[in-house]
């Protein structure tokens, strides 16, 4: 058994178009998430405009938890197809069926047009991207670790948050574009649809990249083995449970970050601290950039000093920085407001640059887009999907406008308790013991 297994770790032919591949569906799926959060006002207007503004945006937001709601569902099928038959399968169907979800979500007429029909459709896109938001993580995660080399698989996994940011990056310029160059009439007449709509030939390209892939060397090397998992999903729960709840425990920790700085931050800026569409949609890009720069850095010092002191200086700095910057992101001043919304960028990134290679390290080959996708989906479902809802709901109630930031420090006890269970993980082996053992097999009789 020993060949597999050398020829899965030097095997490295493709490696840049295989990182490509892996962070483009990505890049595409998250463009299409941030621009319905940042679109959040305008189709509040659009699909509920017989409801007063907190009602709206509520309701607006309550579709965007119910896509989260599904995702596990699509992690099943997703993880499934992935352990069962291969990543770049997988990589291709979702990223397919997350454009039709968002083609459609852009051809929906108003409520004015079709009345009660419109936020049904919404419903129905949401759904769609859902589901296929439900294997994308998995699928990508699963395939950058599998062939990035192992002394540099923090930098190598960490493309997949950079595609991420590079989606919530383009999706805010394409906002800031939309208001800056078009009224508000204009934009509830039509304009709002040209952002979703763009995502149709930004995800032919994605899908002609990855068409163009091999599939994994450790992919390659069960195949050879004879391993291959016919039941991914079962056994997950069987034999990695314990690295599938801490999966989660992670995931939680780096989606509720997450969704706060990159989705739930600009609307709060307009509603609650006053800052215009524009000028919120630009301090969104500057967290972005910030974000991307320091992503790759972060899975470099994951290399170098392991996974879990950088996710320890990532929870201590969400613990203890949260209200500091969120007070001064209030005061008034737009200087104030550009240090506090890098200050919170710099700390996602810092999640984001590790997170991937930590959590696909802990569990085998045999089950790791399964228990990847399905963790990943539930903590999003759960928790992340939930916060933009949560926090507008607690303001409105408490008229605390520092609710976000108590959020982000329970995030961070989150991410610190769940960070002490794990082993140091740091170029670990992507092949376990149970990758190589065949399943079943009897042994041959002794002479």
Known sequence: MATPLADARTTQKGLRRSVVAGSIGVLVHWFDWAIYAYMATTIAEIFFPNQDGTASLLSVFAVFAIAFFVRPIGSVFFGHLGDRFGRK???????????????LLGLIPSYESIGILAPVLLVVARIIQGLAAGGEFGSAAAFLAEYSPPKR???????????SVLGFLLASFVVWALHTSMSQEAILAGGWRIPFLLTVPLALVGLYIRLKVEDTPEYRALE?????PTSPVTEVFRSNSKQFFQTIGIETFMNCTFYVVLVYLITYQEQIVGIHADRAALLSTV??????????????ASDRFGRKPVLFTAAGSLICGAIPLFLLMRQGSDIAAFVATGGLAAILAIILGTHSATVAELFP??????????????AGAFFAGTLPYINTWLISITDDPMVPAYTLIVIGFIGLLTVMTIPETQGSDLLHESDLAIPNRTPAPVD
């Open 153 to 163: 698989r923090g930098f190598g996994t960490s493309s997949i948050e950079v595609g």
């Open 365 to 378: 080959t045999r089950t790791r887009q399964s228990g990847l996708s399905m963790a990943y989906s539930i």
């Open 224 to 228: 050879e083995l004879h391993t291959v």
């Open 287 to 300: 967290a972005s950039l910030v974000a991307i720069g320091l992503i790759p850095l972060s899975g470099i």
């Open 89 to 103: 399968k997988t990589l291709s169907l979702v990223i397919v069926s997350m454009a039709a979800g968002t083609l």
